[in-house]
């Protein structure tokens, strides 16, 4: 059986999905610099683990000179590459793994750029600009999971970029009934995604309020799906514009409740606020479970959603845009019925999770046949 050793978060649950799948074709490691937070993996046939490093999941989101610790860990990359002896060393993320890739000397050497790597992590200076080039050009073949990623990451390379997007089960993710967590019958609008700035999960929690007052008479709930580092920022947020009662944080879930939770939602919104949000996972994810969308237009977002028939896109950082959107929403069942519906068809026919699958498998294929 042929072997692929992946340069990835293991606690990723892009990278589970995909680790999870393959390893029932190939032989399949994941080198991972945190350790794993669970045992997700233990039950699958062909793969092992490398995640006994020392260092915590957060240095992959430190500063770059901080990060510079982690060349500490080439040493423990070549030793697990003998060890494994991998026929392919695939990289999940441009910068943090692909620079350890880098000094690894390894190849066939591929990497999958995500979106902060080629959108912010060159913009913070010369050096890491150098950086980003330097393991872009070590690389034997580079992907993208869009094709607006894909042209940002062009301008750093002279290579071709070849896309192979995020997929979705929709056999998973699909409408169902659930017991919504909120009393009486309100219309839920809300997000599952982290709590982070770059998510504009503030401009939702503004526009909320907008809509609220301007829809008095209207039975609303905002319900915020995720952990994340803005959470305590946002709660403050809701009592100090007087929501409190009205806003439910649920923290971080398990990822087998997401789909219970994005089934919870009448209106699904996402107002990320940076290009480097650059696929919208949690927009199909959305659109899968038959959830009208409102989305900004960030270059990532507006690829995955037609305008106005699966969703509607408005300018980033307005928080009174998002809330105009929510209100024709609100106002017509119809407009939210048909939205869904077409969202769903939509990811069935562009990104269903087996066809995505098998388009990283041709990629695979085409060189270990």
């Known amino acids: 059986m042929k072997k692929i050793l992946l340069l990835a978060d293991v606690n ?13 074709y ?18 699958l046939p062909n793969f092992e683990l ?56 390894f190849h066939p050497f591929w990497i999958s750029v995500w979106g902060a790597d080629v959108y912010d992590f060159p913009e913070e200076g010369f050096l890491q600009k150098r950086i980003l080039i330097a393991n872009l050009k070590n690389a034997d073949r580079i ?94 947020l809701t009592v100090d514009l007087g929501l409190k009662q009205d806003v439910i944080f649920t923290g971080e879930i398990p990822f087998s409740k997401v789909v219970e939770y994005h089934n919870q939602l009448d209106i ?14 949690s927009i199909l994810e959305s659109g899968a479970c038959g ?6 237009d960030v270059a990532g977002l507006k690829e995955v959603v037609v305008e106005n028939k699966t969703g509607i896109i408005v300018p980033r950082k307005n928080a009174g845009a998002v809330a105009d959107a929510i209100m024709k929403l609100i106002g017509d069942e119809h407009l939210r019925k048909s939205l869904g519906e077409n969202a769903r068809a939509h990811v069935q026919r562009e990104y269903e999770w087996n066809d995505c699958l098998k388009l990283m498998m041709e990629k695979y294929n085409s060189f270990l046949k």
């Open 50 to 105: 490398f995640d006994e490093h020392g260092f915590n999941t957060d240095i992959f989101y430190k500063k770059t000179f901080e990060k510079i610790s982690m060349l500490r860990l080439i040493p423990s990359l070549r030793k697990v590459i003998r060890k494994f002896k991998p026929d392919i060393v695939h990289a999940h993320y441009a910068t943090s793994y692909g620079f350890l890739g880098l000094f690894a000397g």
């Open 268 to 281: 699904a919104v996402y107002p990320s606020t940076l290009d480097s949000e650059s696929f919208g996972v």
């Open 143 to 236: 992907f993208s999971t869009s094709k607006s990623m894909a042209v940002q990451t062009k301008k750093f390379t002279k290579k071709d970029v070849e896309c192979v997007p995020f997929g979705i089960n929709t056999s998973v993710f699909k409408p169902v009934e659930v017991k919504k967590i909120v009393d009486g019958n309100p219309l839920v609008i809300g997000m599952v995604k982290t709590m982070q700035e770059k998510y504009g999960v503030e401009y939702l929690i503004r526009a909320f309020k907008m809509v609220r007052e301007k829809m008095p008479g209207t039975q609303m709930k905002l319900l915020l799906v995720g952990g994340g580092p803005q959470r305590e920022y946002l709660e403050q």
């Open 291 to 296: 959830k009208p969308v409102v989305v900004s």
């Open 26 to 43: 190939y032989h399949i490691g994941v080198f991972s610099i945190g350790k794993s937070y669970t045992t997700w993996h233990q039950e």
């Open 12 to 24: 990723s649950p892009h990278i589970q999905k995909w680790a999870g799948s393959l390893s029932a």
